[in-house]
């Protein structure tokens, strides 16, 4: 009988490629502004500055994409992380010790991905929240859902409530009747913008060297604020992650209509929240105070119920793009999506920072944030083009593979005691 090479990737589930095809594309239409621009840019429209088509750009982006994309992406993660698991229990390895092996190299090409390219980095923060939910992982659904949930739904509850104070005393300010406290915090979160704004101009117009000694020695602890910033989201979501992949509901076990009621419904009551969400910080004119909120802890529960319903709609048409070439572009890109998402990252550098074209905020060549669509379609073509070639001929992303074959670097099916 032959043994199975530990180090060989496992079968796939198409309907996971699938899916995660759609996720990393979703990213680009968000990190875009992020790529583009400073950091706050990305939760407000008037950030670096006002704009009439980059806010038309920002309403659609944050409608459709921002947190929906993310939150998928990070469901998917959640549902690999048991299937890596069953993957590697039946080559007779301890899933465990692979999972904090894969984990520990995840968090490396992380913190190079922030220290080289971008401050945006997902992938540490993966990486350590995964470290944590993977503790949780033999646990049943319901035991999943019953730790994931509280902690979602408490700990964006909790800021976005605790922000209503803020909210009030800038909107008393905008309206002439602040107090002298009123005035002093709105004043305060001014300077923190400015300030945050500066910081991020000197690394979008630095050449690259200069760039990366600003992160990696003006902030070389970022990505670790920045996981424990978005741990509220990220943990819980990888455990709702792992309590779907585990009740069937990636793998076609769920009932079609309980499907299609997830996708019409979650969908529906979440994008009605986002977009009344959007017409209050609208009409208010994006004060910062209140933009931040709502693009944040109150947006929260709305991204994840949109999430759950694309992924039902999304895994629903499944069966019918599977054999077409839509379909199996998608689910190639899905399948490349760790060297999608970092080559991304490569090439939208290169586009926007000082140390490429300068395109981005500031720069030389500056171009407007309306434009920006046309670079996430730039994307979105680069991602579908390469990958049904390249595993026709490799199997695996060059990333993918690459990440595989450290995390099984010395380890063969003997050597982990299996008979």
Known sequence: MTTPDPASPPARIAALDFLR?????????I????FWGPQLASLSPALPRPDGAGLGWFVVSFMLFDGKMRGLF????GASMVLFAQSVERRGLSSDVMQVRRLLWLMLFGYLHYALLWWGDILFAYALCGLLALALRRLDPRALLAIALPVFVLAHAFDALAALPAIAGEQRVLAGLGTPADRAAMADIATRVAQSLAADVQVLHAGWGQAVALRVIGTPAFPITAALNTFSETFPLMLIGMALFKSGFFTARWPRLAMAAVALGSTALGGAATAALLLWA???????????????????LPRLAMALGYAAALLLAWPALADRAPGRAMAAAGRCAFTNYLGTSLVMSALFCGWGAGLGWGNAHEVQRGSLPLFVGLGWALMLAWPQAWL?????GPLEALWRQLTFAGVTRSADGAG
């Not at 990190?31 to 992020?34: E, K, P, Q, S």
């Open 74 to 77: 990070t469901l998917l993660f």
């Open 282 to 300: 609208d009409h208010a004119g994006w004060p910062p105070q209140l933009t931040f909120a709502v693009t944040t802890d109150m947006a929260a």
């Open 31 to 34: 990190n875009i502004t992020g």
């Open 392 to 396: 026709a001929r490799f199997g695996q």
């Open 21 to 29: 095809g759609f996720a990393v594309l979703g990213i680009l239409a």
